[in-house]
């Protein structure tokens, strides 16, 4: 399948079931382990020429036959919704989530569940209770995460568009690592309804695809309030949808650079910096000016970011107590002892030391030291966006400190794997827009992405910076365009 | 600052998590690096900052009191493990 397989959909050049056929045929063997579950192909077959005739008809719906993939987080009824948890291996959501609702009625089939780090806690996909994605650019490698198995599945070609959810980097990094495009929206843009919550303030539903224009016309199709979110925000931002307004350019815009992330100190890959050094210039070159700017608590985001999120996640995760959902142990003689076994069975190593951490960090005592410490910082950490979003309409940055490494690498040692997350938490702190863009490939053809970040309600500035950031930066370098 | 074991098998009893001797001494160990490299944060004086509890301004929304079709009991209790006459059931709680 070619990258404009999308526009081949719209023109009528290749059937929706052509292209489920050929989705259903490559995720048979699912090598990439990319997928949770799958949709039954003859449910899948049906709905593609559901699609074809609704296209013949001259009544295609926007995303109209679009194989989408979810990750196993975000509900959907009739398939299971894991959240790569042992502890919810056999789970059915009796109601599906907004952002899913709102692609089934663009017109998008769902194809499956793809995995992830359980319940969202961790940066390479490697906690599944159905064990580790494998990068499409090289099975040996981690393919990020924790939306790992969605960033998977698009390389892979096994979806043309996905779902995935964003707590400190979960869309962003491993869109980074595979090669494909991941927005993180404003928090509050898309509703969290469905959404398995992991760190309520932090979390966000975002969409990915193999093109921004994929990824753009996913997010106008989820996007929007909802009465069943109350963090849902009420603002509706005028204007035409972010897919309209890709072609409109970036004359005239500012961006800054911060130093923090691309300075000396920030201890950049090299070629990591390179590839992201190689998007600035193509903003350059279509118009956009460039400056320097400071973020100066940006240091400080990744002792913050563990501090609040493990803090949420220990409240969270209390509902799964092994009585009105998931998992059970057996023989428990008493009430208590089946809490402690059902939740001691079901969760994962990662899920219990985000528990342990977060349950001290909140604990009498420690509540000022570390809780609302890390909420104050988090102030001074939203400020710093604010001061620089008075100078520059944008930011550009790293997603990741390095391109993906191998699979294991990093299990063993929880603090350095926390520090991957060194670009992408604070956009999750600030509740701003931020999205990682293909910006060509290291030497070994390994993709690396540019994060662009900008003030709430940016995302049509983020797609347009994005579309010439894909435009200049893939043609030729990926061999994939 | 440094974690105790015995702080760290009183969480996880708070916690209503079962967590293995051994797995326990090394839980301390990593609850110690992570919580060393989150002290860095006692170099910033925030003395006089407010807190942020939400990313963006949140107001209250409330809904017009109507009644709304919602999930069935069936379709609520239907997922537990154990179940009956449409409620949850589980092992003893007082004594008799």
């Not at chain 1, 220990?314 to 003689?333: H, I, K, M, P, Q």
């Not at chain 1, 931020?434 to 970040?453: C, E, F, I, R």
Request: net charge negative.
């Amino acid at each position: 399948m070619s990258r404009d397989i999308l526009k081949e959909l719209r023109a009528g050049e290749i059937s929706s079931l052509e292209v489920i056929d050929a989705i259903i045929e490559a995720a048979q063997d699912d090598v990439f382990n990319a997928f949770v579950s799958l949709v039954d192909p003859s449910e899948l077959r049906e709905q593609a020429r559901g699609a074809d005739r609704a296209r013949e008809a001259g009544e295609a719906r926007p995303l109209e036959g679009w194989p989408v993939a979810i990750k196993d987080n975000i509900c959907t009824r009739n398939l299971t919704t894991t959240a790569g948890s042992k502890i919810l291996e056999d789970f059915e959501s009796p109601y599906e989530a907004t952002a899913v609702q709102r692609l089934r009625d663009a017109g998008a089939i769902v194809v499956g569940k793809t995995n992830l780090d359980e319940f969202g806690m961790g940066s390479s996909s490697e906690t599944s209770h159905i064990g580790p994605v494998r990068n499409p650019a090289d099975p040996d490698r981690v393919a990020g995460g924790s939306s790992g198995g969605s960033a998977a599945a698009l390389a892979a070609e096994l979806a043309l568009g996905a779902l995935g959810s964003d707590t400190g980097g979960s869309v962003r990094q491993p869109a980074s690592h595979c090669g494909v495009v991941g927005l993180k929206p404003t928090y509050g843009r898309v509703s969290r309804n469905g959404l398995i919550a992991y760190a309520s303030s932090l979390d966000q539903i975002g969409p990915m695809a193999s093109t921004v224009e994929g990824c753009a016309r996913l997010f106008d199709a989820i996007a929007g309030h909802d009465d069943r979110d109350a963090t849902s925000l009420a603002v509706e931002p005028a204007g035409p949808g972010c897919a309209d307004v890709l072609s409109e350019g970036v004359d005239g815009m500012t961006v800054g650079l911060p130093e923090e992330y691309l300075g000396e100190a920030s201890r950049l890959d090299p070629q990591v910096r390179s590839r992201v050094e190689a998007a600035i210039e193509a903003l350059e070159e279509a118009g956009a000016e460039t400056t320097s700017v400071s973020l100066p608590h940006t240091e400080y985001a990744v002792a913050t970011y563990y501090l609040i999120a493990t803090a949420e996640a220990s409240s969270n995760l209390a509902r799964y107590d092994g009585v009105r959902f998931g998992r059970r142990a057996e023989d428990a003689d008493d009430l208590a002892e089946l809490y402690k076994k059902s939740r001691a069975e079901g969760f994962g190593d990662e899920v219990k030391r985000r528990i342990i951490l977060g349950t001290y960090v909140l604990s009498a005592g420690y509540y000022e030291a570390y809780y609302e410490k890390a909420q104050k910082v988090r102030t001074l950490i939203r400020r710093d966006f604010e001061s620089a979003f008075e100078e520059v309409d944008a930011l550009v940055a790293p997603v990741a400190p390095t391109p993906a490494w191998t699979l294991g690498e990093k299990r063993d040692d929880p603090l350095e794997m926390y520090l991957e997350d060194i670009f992408t938490t604070s956009a999750n702190l600030a509740g701003i827009p931020a999205m990682s863009v293909p910006s060509g490939t290291t030497d070994q053809g390994l993709p690396v992405g540019t994060q662009l970040l900008g003030p709430a309600l940016s995302e049509p500035v983020l797609f347009r910076l994005a579309q010439k950031i894909f435009e200049q930066c893939n043609d030729e370098a990926s061999g994939r365009g | 600052m440094s974690i105790a074991k015995t702080e760290v098998e009183k969480v996880a009893r708070l916690a209503r998590l079962e967590v293995e001797e051994k797995r326990a001494e090394k839980l301390v160990d990593e609850l110690d690096s992570v919580l060393e490299y989150v002290g860095k944060l006692d170099e910033l004086d925030t003395d006089d900052v407010e807190p942020t509890t939400h990313p963006v301004a949140a107001e209250h929304t409330g809904r017009d009191d109507e009644v709304n079709e919602g999930l069935t009991v069936e379709q609520v209790v239907g997922h537990a493990p154990d179940q009956q006459d449409g409620q949850f059931r589980v092992p003893k709680v007082v004594d008799e």
